[in-house]
């Protein structure tokens, strides 16, 4: 089973401030993956990678950037929040090489709200 | 494209009673895997069970139960003797090699159990 630490667990803030939500693991997977959810809805794929230095987009369209220069570590962020980012973010991790399927195990998330 | 379908959207029964949470999937590819998640109120996704396509046999793990059925595309999630803090919502997911390991979530389906 994984360690997997998501930061802040709540946040809200201000229409057009940047923010960056982090993600951290301690088992060394390599993929890692950033889920959006509304309340009550099932999960968006928004982002994933395979490893460091590798970032694609998920099913979902996200106006958020990832980037992922150490193996632990995998933050979003958004440029310029809006209301319509309020939302859920969950991000995951699995042992799994390449394109290749495993169990993902998933961090406590984080809970954006914009005013 | 794959899919999962958690047709019911709601559950609610009495301590002690069974209840099953319904699961039926679609996919092309002939090797793929499902899995069963739980989200409690507090928001983090716990990983419950991953079943290859490959094995059908069922599983079961103290009150829980799951019935993988590929004739009918359905992986069942049975509760026995439900218990106050089995109440959640719980998730059916699908993945294969072919989508590159990204989970495909069904809308999830929020069981209470009342005392």
């Known amino acids: 089973e994984a360690d997997i630490y998501q930061t802040p667990r709540y946040l809200v803030i201000g229409t057009g401030k940047k923010i960056t939500l982090e993600c951290s693991q301690t088992?060394?997977?390599?993929?890692m993956y950033w889920y959006q959810q509304d309340p009550g809805m099932e999960l968006h794929l928004i982002h994933y990678?395979?490893?460091?230095?590798?970032?694609e987009k998920g099913d979902l369209s996200s106006e958020s950037t990832v980037s992922r220069i150490r193996t632990e570590h995998f933050p979003l962020t958004l440029e310029s929040a809006r209301p319509s980012h309020t939302s859920q973010y969950l991000c995951a991790s699995s042992d799994s090489p390449g394109r290749t399927t495993d169990t993902q195990y998933f961090g406590p998330g984080t809970r954006l709200t914009v005013l | 494209a794959q899919k999962v379908t958690q047709a019911q959207t709601e559950i609610s029964v009495v301590e002690k009673e069974d209840v099953t949470l319904d699961c039926v999937y679609e996919?092309?590819?002939?090797?793929?895997?499902l899995f069963w998640y739980k989200q409690p109120p507090s928001g983090e996704l716990v990983f419950l069970i991953r079943?290859?396509?490959?094995?059908?046999q069922n599983e079961i793990s103290g009150r829980y139960s799951w019935n993988f059925q590929k004739s009918t595309s359905s992986f069942n999630f049975t509760i026995t003797a439900s218990q106050v803090v089995d109440s959640a919502v719980y998730f059916c997911?699908?993945?294969?090699?072919?989508?590159?390991?990204?989970?495909?979530f069904g809308q999830g389906t929020e069981l209470s159990v009342k005392p």
């Open positions: 990678s395979y490893g460091v230095n590798s970032t």
């Open positions: 996919t092309r590819d002939t090797t793929y895997y």
């Open positions: 079943r290859n396509s490959f094995d059908e």
């Open positions: 088992m060394g997977h390599d993929k």
């Open positions: 997911a699908l993945s294969s090699n072919n989508q590159g390991g990204k989970l495909i």
